[in-house]
């Protein structure tokens, strides 16, 4: 009898060590899984890096980029000016010319030689030149000022073909490219906040959009379209979507300077709504 309880255990002992070298394993091939999923881990993070630094980088370009629009646009207001003087020539007399004449010459005399000079009642005024500039017929300068852009409408008509075959993504690229903002945000309040469908690059040049002109509250752009300026960025934030560090930095300067600046242009409501994605924001960056 002693002999079959010995051979009992000793068959129990080798089940055990069968069941221990089994375990033993078992957590040998989970210890490479870990390791696997630990280096899997670290070269995304890798990716991840490697992509903040490039969209860094992007960032940087884009605000130089905006820099010259801006740039460009003062000149483009100063040559509108200088062609406004050519076409309204009147419009532009100085009120100072006209006191300082009034205190060197008698207004009846003044009068009078004008009635003299010119019959019509209205001196011919010189138009100030630039170095070297040679001055515009009256009709041509007409046009210059006049004629419209059609590009801005063939943009559009274009993304709404795109969005019509639900090519969402093409569409925001599109826009996104292009330095004027009014066809972006247009296209933002047609479609919605749809930052799911696009990929993670498109999202971060439209967020970096977003934070300039959020960046000029006063112009028209920000005024007139902060309602769905915020539907994104809530989104952005719900969904998830990556900001990069000088993204979070800007976009806290962008919100306080809407919501707090008392030269703000935004309702009382909307200075509200600022605030609460001004507080979803720091958390983000604290995270």
Same mark, same amino acid.
């Given at each position: ?10 068959? !129990? /002992? %080798?089940?055990?060590? +069968? *069941? ?8 040998? =091939? @989970?210890?490479? &899984? $870990? ?18 630094? !490039? /969209? %860094?980088?992007?960032? +940087? *370009? ?8 801006? =740039? @460009?646009?003062? &000149? $483009? ?211």
């Amino acid at each position: 009898g002693q002999g079959e309880l010995i051979a009992a255990q000793q068959r !129990r /002992l %080798e089940t055990q060590e +069968q *069941q221990m070298q089994l375990l033993e394993e078992r957590i040998a =091939q @989970q210890d490479d &899984e $870990l390791a696997q999923m630990d280096q899997q881990l670290q070269e995304q993070q890798l990716q991840l890096q490697q992509q903040d630094q !490039r /969209l %860094e980088q992007e960032d +940087q *370009q884009l605000n130089e980029h905006q820099q010259q629009l801006e =740039q @460009q646009e003062q &000149e $483009l207001e100063k040559h509108m000016n200088f062609l406004s003087e050519i076409l309204h020539p009147n419009s532009s007399a100085s009120s100072g010319s006209g006191a300082r004449q009034k205190v060197f010459e008698d207004p009846e005399e003044r009068a009078e030689k004008a009635a003299t000079r010119w019959p019509d009642g209205e001196a011919p005024r010189a138009v100030p030149m630039a170095d070297g500039a040679q001055a515009l017929p009256r009709a041509k300068a007409e046009a210059v000022v006049a004629k419209p852009s059609s590009k801005g409408n063939h943009l559009w008509d274009s993304v709404l073909e795109l969005c019509a075959e639900r090519r969402f993504l093409e569409a925001y690229k599109q826009v996104i490219a292009e330095p004027e903002e009014t066809c972006l945000l247009r296209l933002m309040k047609h479609t919605g906040p749809i930052v799911e469908r696009l990929d993670a690059e498109s999202n971060s040049r439209l967020i970096r959009r977003l934070i300039h002109i959020l960046s000029s509250p006063s112009k028209e752009p920000a005024a007139a379209s902060i309602e769905q300026i915020f539907s994104w960025l809530w989104q952005a934030l719900n969904q998830g979507i990556h900001f990069t560090a000088s993204q979070v930095e800007d976009l806290v300067a962008a919100l306080q300077k809407v919501s707090e600046s008392p030269q703000s242009p935004l309702t009382a409501a909307e200075k509200a709504e600022a605030s609460q994605l001004l507080q979803q924001v720091s958390t983000h960056r604290r995270a």
